[in-house]
Structures are given as C-alpha cells and as structure tokens.
C-alpha cells in the first residue's frame, strides 16, 4: 500500500480500543456490525471453488448460528493452508532472486 486516503483514517484502531474502554459498546458493535457486512459482501460476489454464486452458501452458513459460521471458516483456513504455504515459497524464492523489490525499477 502506498498510500492511506483520509477515508482509510477515519477508523483508526486506537479509536475502537478507546471506545470499548469507554464502555461504549454500541459504537463498537455498529462498527463490527458494517465491517462484517462487507466482509460478507466483498466474500459474496466471487465465485466459489465449484463455480456457483457464493451469495447463497454464504447465505445458509451465516444464517445457520456461530458453530456452522464457526465450522466452514476453520475448514476453510484448513483447505487454503497448502496454497498460503505454497504462495510463500514462491514468495521466498523470488525474493532471494530478485530481491526486496522484486526487480522493480523506477521509470
């Protein structure tokens, strides 16, 4: 990331711990509450590994209670470890052979 837009600065972590310090818990979940909608939104226009729209699984998962949400994000993370593992070797590798900047060169 090269820059921070002042969007990106209006939330800043420290005001959320300072919220939660100062009991004020409704702030706090009004922020969980639409960073969690659009998680789920961003999630939800892509495409699942079959194809399909994942709109409606995401759907019935989330709707099913905190053990299924639960359950489907563990397996998830469990299934995309040998991808996160493979990504960084090639991730190592380049950077031995290209090093930190990966080749780049400013115009």
């Known amino acids: 990331m090269r820059e921070e837009t002042g969007y990106q600065r209006s939330l800043r972590r420290e005001d959320l711990a300072d ?11 009004a922020v969980a509450f639409a960073s969690g909608r659009l998680l789920f ?12 729209p994942r709109r409606a699984a995401l759907s019935t998962i989330v709707t099913a209670g905190d053990a299924a949400l639960g359950a489907e994000t563990h397996a998830f993370v469990i299934d995309a470890l040998a991808t996160l593992g493979a990504d960084h070797e090639t991730f190592v590798a380049l950077l031995d052979e290209h090093g930190a900047r990966l080749g780049w060169q400013a115009p």
Do not use: M
């Open 19 to 29: 919220a939660a310090e100062a009991d004020r818990i409704a702030e706090v979940r």
């Open 41 to 52: 939104s961003a999630h939800a226009r892509g495409p699942a590994t079959d194809g399909a």
